[in-house]
Nanobody, 115 residues
């Protein structure tokens, strides 16, 4: 059974930092492209950052310079380091793992940026 479990979300003040983790099980994690997406209330889910099997990264323009995606294949985990957080970063954050036509999603973790 494939599972992706996100953790690390919470309430943070503007300008603060959070580190999200996504632990995968039931798949050969190292051969999957992984990524973080987010969905704010009333909006469509959008890509935040992705990381390929060889470590190449891609970021949404809105988070470049503030967020960093990384992966630890030995721990089957992908991370999202978020800094200089803004209220508009408030959303449910989801991780996924993609291999060809196969996509697995986690259940999401809430990030709220508010004073």
């Amino acid at each position: 059974q494939v599972q992706l479990v996100e953790s690390g979300g919470g309430l943070v003040q503007p300008g603060g930092s959070l580190r999200l983790s996504c632990a995968a099980s039931g798949i050969m994690f190292s051969i999957y492209v992984t990524g973080w997406y987010r969905q704010a209330p009333g909006k469509q889910r959008e890509m935040v950052a992705t990381i390929t099997t060889d470590g190449s990264t891609n970021y949404a323009d809105s988070v470049k310079g503030r967020f960093t995606i990384s992966r630890d294949n030995g721990k089957n985990t992908v991370y999202l380091e978020m800094s200089s957080l803004k209220p508009e970063d408030t959303a449910v954050y989801y991780c996924n793992a993609v291999k060809r036509a196969t996509i697995h999603w986690g259940q999401g973790t809430q990030v709220t940026v508010s004073s």
